[in-house]
């Protein structure tokens, strides 16, 4: 009989989201009558933009004609892509990128998850908590040993350095859960500390387009010698309305090294390069090229109009928990809102309070980390008139709570 892989039973039994999945799905048996307002699994509801629609059906229409048909394409993307993304996310904010040192992929999730196959098992990984659960499990199933660095009120959500040595940095910024931006001095401690330990930052980016400040950084490449130690993983997911169409990528600077086992560096471009041309066949062209329209002026303005429609949605939610007495953090430059849950009540008890009394849908802080219990997190993508409901329906039923 084969043998499986005992770190996969080191895992909660289910992932977060399809937990929450199941549990609404049985509230919604019992109950079919209820309207749900969905704020818990960040997916969008506004459709793709014009001009990627259109993008998207003329690359359908090639590949319906022998003359502009495509097969495989390279893995690591077509370069009219690549060099959009160069020029518009890193050029424009004066960082230099190489056409290899751009990886497209079909999701920021499934890089964070394969991007860890490039490192020894015996590497010690520092992760922020709260924290995306994708960085923990991927780990855990390979067998790596994490540190959690806690991001609490007390510290502004601004995670300490690991008191000993790491090898492998995950930071989010904006973060996903709290909504926190890291500033450059931030990001400035961070880079110094991967420099002077000879470790690695895995930067996700994937909701820097939310950033309105113009102070705080989209890129860690901002940040001096960053390209020395960090890679940074970015996605059209929320920015441009993705969720089911798969596009992202991943940026390795050849400058990035990592070390054998006898203590020798090696730059992981290639290797890198050498997994993704050997277990992935990159993304399909009309998504490729519908990805690219998003760089175009009209593309450009339409992405604005629905981002500036997400974080109006944001304020509405600050505005309304606020009014409701509960504690918010984010929602300001990122789409999460991180409230703390009323009357010390745990995560998934206000979980299903939201979800029976309220008839709304959130995601319970605990499912993020240690240090997310006692937190609940609310997402702005949603139509305005059901975020407006769903924020009113959570206000009438803490004030009726609050007259008993």
Known sequence: ????????????????????????????DKNPKAELIRLGIGDVVLPLPPSVIKAFHEGVDEMADSRTFRGYG????????????????????????????????????????????????????AVTDPVYPVYVDTNIMAGRSIIYLPATVENNFDPPLPSQKVDLV?????NNPT????????????????????????????YEAFIS???????????????????????????????????????????????????????????????????????????????????TMEGKKEIKKQIDYTMNNARLILEGLAKA????NGGINAPYIWLKTPQKMDSWNFFDKLLGE????????????????????????????????????IQTQLQIEEKL
């Open 1 to 28: 009989m084969a043998q499986i892989n005992d770190n996969y039973l080191k895992l909660k039994t289910g992932y977060l989201f399809p937990e929450i999945a199941r549990r609404v799905k049985e509230f919604q």
């Open 179 to 206: 909504g926190t931006v890291m500033n450059k001095s931030a990001l400035e401690k961070w880079v110094d500390y991967a420099r002077k330990n000879e470790s690695i930052i895995l930067f996700d980016a994937a």
């Open 213 to 295: 400040d113009a102070s705080l950084p989209h890129s860690i490449y901002e940040i001096e010698g960053a390209k020395e130690v960090a890679i940074e993983l970015r996605s059209f997911s929320k920015t441009a309305g993705f969720t089911g169409t798969r596009c992202a990528y991943t940026v390795v600077p050849e400058e990035v090294m990592a070390k054998d086992s006898s203590g020798k560096k090696h730059p992981l471009n290639p290797l890198w390069l050498r997994r993704q041309t050997t277990k992935f066949n990159g993304v399909s062209y009309p998504v490729q090229k519908a990805a690219a329209a998003c760089y």
């Open 74 to 125: 390279p893995e690591q993307g077509y370069p009219f892509l690549i060099e959009a993304i160069i020029k518009n996310d890193f050029q424009s904010r004066g960082i230099n990128l190489k056409p290899t040192e751009v990886f497209v992929s079909d999701g920021s999730k499934c890089d964070v998850g394969n991007i860890q196959e490039l490192f020894g098992l015996k590497t010690v990984v």
């Open 170 to 174: 995950y930071l989010c910024s904006p």
């Open 358 to 393: 309220c008839h709304v849908v959130g995601t319970p802080g605990s499912g993020f980390g240690p240090s997310g219990e006692g937190y609940f997190r609310l997402n702005a993508f949603g139509f305005v008139e059901k975020i407006k409901e769903a924020v009113h329906r």
């Open 325 to 328: 007495g509960l504690q918010t």
